[in-house]
């Protein structure tokens, strides 16, 4: 009895996913992080996130450009809340312990990418049986059955005027809106 249950332990830490680099997204899909295939764009945003009744509203300073992926979430007051940096295959993230239960490192980069990187790059990091369709404006990310991600954007390439990332069944919901000189404090 116990040579079974050492191998079934064995079995277990063999199947167990240790990548640190993929997120599961609402509706139980999987999405790993890319390698730097998206568009080099800097960009400073008004960023507020909603999830149930829980609203956080935040300065979200963004760079993507040949080395990786960069972002940092700023109070209002410009305390660091988030900071988030994808770069050759690694992700590291430094955000406060309550955060940190609440929100897997690796989230708000596959959101990114899945906003705003190339739709064939989005479509390498999903699970089956993960479906995006992209049309110009507008991208949804389904299983077949619903749709679990909708993103919507206005304005040119990225980082895009305003951008809004809905996951209706999760009850969560960011909208972003790019800080022009005039816009910003």
Do not use: N
């Not at 945003?45 to 992926?69: F, H, K, N, V």
């Not at 994808?86 to 989230?107: F, H, I, T, Y």
């Not at 991208?139 to 954007?153: H, K, N, P, Q």
């Amino acid at each position: 009895m116990k040579a079974w249950a050492a191998v079934c332990l064995l079995l277990l830490a063999a199947c167990a996913d240790t990548r640190t680099d993929c997120a599961q997204l609402p509706g139980g899909l999987r999405y790993c992080l890319q390698p730097h295939a998206g568009p080099a764009f800097a960009a400073d945003q008004a960023l507020t996130i909603r999830y149930r009744e829980q609203t956080m509203t935040m300065l979200w300073r963004m760079r993507a450009d040949a080395g990786g992926l960069h972002c940092a979430g700023l109070s209002p007051l410009g305390q660091t809340l988030i900071r988030l940096d994808w770069v050759d295959g690694v992700l590291s993230a430094a955000m406060p312990p309550e955060l940190q239960r609440r929100l897997a490192p690796a989230l708000l980069p596959a959101l990114i990418q899945i906003a705003l990187w190339p739709p064939d790059a989005v479509r390498a990091g999903l699970s089956a049986p993960g479906r995006l369709d992209s049309d110009g404006k507008r991208r949804v990310l389904g299983d077949g059955e619903r749709e679990l991600l909708v993103v919507v954007w206005s304005g040119d390439a990225p980082p895009y005027d305003s951008l809004s990332i809905e996951a209706p069944a999760a009850g969560l919901s960011l909208e972003a809106r790019t800080l022009t000189e005039e816009s910003q404090p």
